[in-house]
């Protein structure tokens, strides 16, 4: 691989090229410039360029974006990697302020189902958030910072 490439909402115009060198390791889920999205469900198209120039077949996956949450001051952006979420997800919060975020998962009913975790962020940050233990359905990711919570719903198959 010497390259990848993703692209936005099924919108190729939008595509991105990012070189990668032969001993590389990426996390994606930094690269990835979702700055222009707004509030909503979207989807990402992703795949690799060998050297000769020959190309993977494109992959899509299906994600939530979640911006400008007023009540948690400073994080200005929380996305949730893919939808329908698997094992192990990654979460990407972009925040302007230093956060010291709790972050707990609730089931359709609003029980609490996977213990708060506490997380600190800086500017962008990703992190694993492991899903193992929850059976397939409908939740909220409980984000609270301070006394001010916020609610992000996503379905795990």
Do not use: C
């Amino acid at each position: 691989m010497t390259a990848y490439q993703y692209w936005f909402d099924d919108n190729v115009s939008t595509l991105v090229e990012m070189t990668v060198g032969a001993t590389d390791v990426i996390d994606i889920t930094t690269q990835i410039n979702a700055g222009a999205l707004i509030d909503g469900s979207h989807t990402i198209t992703l795949r690799t360029k060998d050297a000769r120039n020959g190309f993977s077949v494109p992959v899509t996956y299906s994600f939530d974006v979640i911006t400008g949450i007023a009540e948690l001051r400073g994080v200005e952006r929380v996305i949730l990697f893919p939808t329908p979420l698997p094992i192990r997800s990654p979460l990407r919060v972009d925040a302007s302020l230093p956060q010291d975020l709790q972050l707990s998962v609730l089931d359709a009913s609003g029980r609490t189902v996977r213990a708060p975790e506490r997380l600190a962020f800086n500017g962008a940050g990703v992190r694993e958030f492991a899903l193992s233990a929850l059976p397939s359905g409908s939740y909220s990711l409980l984000i609270t910072n301070h006394a001010v919570q916020q609610r992000v719903p996503f379905v795990k198959h």
